[in-house]
């Protein structure tokens, strides 16, 4: 590939960068790569070879993501609990006996039906009250 169609390849790559980075916000992810993009771009320019490109557009990519990381969290603000943090504790109702046995088992969970297990691999009938104590990917690990 010549000089001029590396330059330009790198300058797309840093447009494509930024542009992912402006249509996920708060991510801050790929405008490090973006930079590095760039910083490989200039190094085209200086006609340097391909590797070296490469070399300069990883190492510092990693290195800005490395080094800002725990700036960029301290300022963008509050952690938004998922799903997991937020239905530990709460209770649901058992719509389908819950068997570890058979590997069956239904609650339901402000509205939601999950997949349940019993944490104490009891037996609970359905119409029980059983109260999350861990979420384990779409499962529900519960207890009396």
């Known amino acids: 590939m010549g000089g001029t169609m590396l330059i330009v390849a790198w300058a797309i790559a840093f447009a494509f960068f930024v542009v992912v980075e402006v249509a996920t916000p708060g991510a801050l992810v790929s405008i490090w790569l973006g930079i590095g993009a760039l910083f490989a771009m200039f190094c085209a320019i200086g006609e340097t070879p391909l590797w070296v490109q490469l070399l300069v557009f990883v190492v510092s990519s990693v290195i800005l993501l490395i080094v800002t990381r725990p700036f960029v969290r301290k300022f963008q603000g509050k952690v938004v609990d998922t799903n997991y943090e937020l239905n530990i504790g709460k209770t649901a109702i058992v719509t389908e ?30 119409g029980t009250s059983v109260t999350v104590r861990e979420v384990n990917g779409a499962k529900l690990i519960v207890a009396k």
């Open 97 to 126: 006996d819950i068997d570890n046995g058979k590997c069956e088992g239904r609650v339901n969970l402000d509205g939601t039906h999950w997949a349940a297990v019993s944490a104490d691999n009891d037996f609970i009938p359905a």
